[in-house]
């Protein structure tokens, strides 16, 4: 008589990761991944497009989908944002509705629960940053929104330290259906490399500045080039709406714009293992967050 082998079936699932503005999304996906693929600023509205993360376990593959902050829009930049991640809705699985534990309950988490009851898919409510929460305003905040929605599971995590997101992990896991891996055990995004440098540019760009600049920026790589197997060679271009824009971004004796270039340069040599020469320009693009076609040229348009 033959012996026969109890191998577990390989799962594969998409999960769809959704939220208002500033609810810890990216800082959850870089957690997950275990590199810095997602920028992180305390400026709502940092994410502009449809981010894909691959995380692999035994047996097992995830796919996850981090998606711009759902807010009310101001500008056509702000429509395709709201879009894009809507839109993600459909392209999933299940999905992590992740809140801010220490804000309130307003009219755009009302919004939101409004659009997670249309899917009919599963719904994890992930409570962000408990670690700033007594136990009691947990409770209450779980018995609070079980009353507004039916979730499937309700996970109290913190995105920062990585409190509870194991399991997270395995329970999500557990809804998930056998199927084989649609990526490569190596691969942690489909971002290119060029889109990820441009962000880390523009991350440090928001940190620089103050106001309205870090809604009105954006970053193009213009140039990646190998000059020999150590170095590379980077031109970006960061874009604003007005010149008073520019001349905050470049600083007094081109201050700003020299951090700014210095903080990014780091980020990119951990991303690329190599040393970066990195140069910037800033460029003045007149309210380019209403202009289709410039919309289009940065990548930004909605997301399916």
Not at 35 to 51: H, L
Not at 267 to 292: F, G, S, T, Y
Request: net charge neutral; glycine share 6%.
């Amino acid at each position: 008589m033959k012996n026969k082998q109890n191998k577990a079936e390989h799962k594969f699932g998409t999960v769809t990761l959704i939220g208002r503005p500033n609810a810890g999304k990216s800082t959850l996906l870089n957690y997950l991944i275990g590199e810095k693929i997602a920028i992180v600023t305390d400026k709502p509205q940092t994410t502009r497009t449809r981010i894909m993360g691959i995380i692999n376990g035994p047996q097992w593959q995830m796919v996850i989908l981090d998606t711009p902050g759902v807010h009310k829009p101001k500008d056509r930049l702000g429509k395709n944002m709201v879009d894009t991640a809507l839109g993600a809705l459909d392209a999933c699985d299940l999905i992590y509705y992740l809140v801010d534990a220490a804000g309130e309950f307003g009219p755009g988490e009302a919004y939101l629960i409004q659009q997670l009851k249309k899917t009919g898919k599963p719904v994890f409510l992930l409570l962000n940053k408990v670690d700033l929460l007594p136990k009691e305003d947990l409770l209450k905040i779980i018995m609070d929104y079980n009353q507004k929605m039916e979730f499937r599971e309700i996970f109290p995590i913190s995105a920062l330290k990585g409190d509870n997101v194991e399991n997270l992990l395995k329970t999500t896991v557990d809804y998930f259906q056998p199927g084989p891996p649609a990526y490569d055990e190596d691969e942690m995004t489909d971002q290119p490399e060029r889109v990820i440098v441009s962000e880390m540019i523009r991350e440090k760009a928001i940190l620089a500045t103050r106001q309205e600049v870090p809604y009105a920026v954006a970053c193009v790589v213009e140039r990646m080039e190998e000059r020999s197997d150590t170095l590379m060679d980077i031109d970006a271009s960061l874009i604003v709406e007005r010149d008073s824009q520019k001349g905050i971004l470049i600083g007094k004796g081109g201050q700003t714009l020299k951090w700014i270039g210095s903080e990014a340069r780091k980020d990119i040599e951990h991303l690329l293992d190599i040393q970066v020469n990195l140069k910037l320009w800033v460029k003045v693009k007149a309210d380019w967050r209403n202009q289709p076609r410039q919309l289009k040229d940065l990548g930004l348009n909605p997301q399916r």
